[in-house]
């Protein structure tokens, strides 16, 4: 089955490319490093070509509030549109848990702008919410450290 995974030269894109290609899957890693660009749409188009299924596990290069909503509204529209046209017969995407109570992050509100997209896109869709992964940590306990101080949110 050809799998295209959007992203998969990322963090978790490259390990779910390597099991897809362990499990026999005919799979691409597309990303702007291999000339397959959502913002843009160059290399969509192509890279789409009969494939069956979409994993997007793209992420946007600035996390500042404008910029994501930005990212994952432009990356989303380009990317559907173009599955509709390939013919997609399923398209996943990786969310976070909460993507909804947390509002207030700007990253949510791009990721929740993601998800809404998909569900008016028509084409089937499985949207996966997963907790922060383990490499995050280090980021997460860095940013809520100042000088010697280290402030963590309540359970
Ligand atoms: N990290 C977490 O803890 C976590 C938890 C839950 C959900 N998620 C979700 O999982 C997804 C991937 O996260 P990650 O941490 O693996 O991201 P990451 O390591 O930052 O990787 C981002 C990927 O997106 C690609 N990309 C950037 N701009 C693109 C564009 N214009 N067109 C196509 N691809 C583009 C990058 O390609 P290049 O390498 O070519 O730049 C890279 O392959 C995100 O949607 C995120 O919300 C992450």
Redesign the pocket.
């Known amino acids: 089955m050809k799998i295209v995974v959007?992203?998969?030269?990322?963090?978790?894109?490259?390990k779910t490319v390597e099991r897809l290609r362990q499990k026999g899957h005919d799979v691409i890693a597309?990303?702007?490093?291999?000339g397959?660009?959502?913002?843009?749409g160059e290399g969509l188009a192509e890279a789409l070509e009969a494939a069956e299924i979409v994993l997007?596990?793209?992420?946007?290069?600035s996390f500042e509030d404008k910029a994501v909503l930005e990212?994952f509204e432009t990356?989303g529209r380009n990317l559907l549109a173009a599955e509709k046209i390939a013919g997609v017969k399923h398209h996943v995407?990786?969310?976070?848990?909460g993507t909804e109570r947390l509002q207030e992050s700007g990253?949510f509100r791009g990721?929740l702008a993601?998800e809404k997209r998909i569900k008016a896109s028509g084409i089937p869709y499985t949207i996966v919410h997963?907790?922060?992964?383990m490499?995050?940590l280090g980021g997460i306990a860095q940013s809520g450290t100042v000088g010697q101080t280290v402030r963590l949110s309540r359970p």
């Not at 995407?93 to 848990?97: G, M, N, T």
């Not at 997963?130 to 992964?133: E, L, N, V």
Request: aromatic share 10%; charged share 5%; net charge negative.
């Open positions: 959007i992203g998969g030269t990322g963090l978790i894109g490259s597309a990303s702007p490093n291999s397959v660009n959502t913002i843009t997007d596990l793209a992420n946007s290069p990212f990356s995407a990786l969310s976070v848990v990253y990721k993601q997963s907790t922060q992964f490499e995050f």
